[in-house]
Nanobody, 120 residues
Framework: QVQLVESGGGLVQPGGSLRLSCAASGGIFSINGMGWYCQDPGKQRELVATITSGSSTNYADSVKGRFTISRDNAKNTVYLQMNSLKPEDTAIYYC??????????????WGQGTQVTVSS
């Protein structure tokens, strides 16, 4: 059973920064894509940023130039550096990872979510 443990959320003022981390563990052989998604209550989960095993990245238009996704393959960890935060960035942020277990079975897992609140 793959587990994703997120950390780094919290309350920050507009214009401030946060860094989210997400560590994957549990019988992992390899991880292909990793990413961050956000969700407001009553709304669908939306893509924020993704990164491949080769470090190719993709961002939602709303965060381009402000957020940076990165990963440490040795630690099975993905990060999201969030700068110039805006009130509309407030949401629960979930990390996602997909890859293969040591049994060669494919997995796709989600973290439990971490709250990011941008408010003065």
């Amino acid at each position: 059973q793959v587990q994703l443990v997120e950390s780094g959320g919290g309350l920050v003022q507009p214009g401030g920064s946060l860094r989210l981390s997400c560590a994957a563990s549990g019988g992992i052989f390899s991880i292909n894509g990793m990413g961050w998604y956000c969700q407001d209550p009553g709304k669908q989960r939306e893509l924020v940023a993704t990164i491949t095993s080769g470090s190719s990245t993709n961002y939602a238009d709303s965060v381009k130039g402000r957020f940076t996704i990165s990963r440490d393959n040795a630690k099975n960890t993905v990060y999201l550096q969030m700068n110039s935060l805006k009130p509309e960035d407030t949401a629960i942020y979930y990390c996602n990872a997909e890859g293969r277990l040591r049994t060669m079975a494919v997995f796709r897992s989600w973290g439990q979510g971490t709250q990011v609140t941008v408010s003065s």
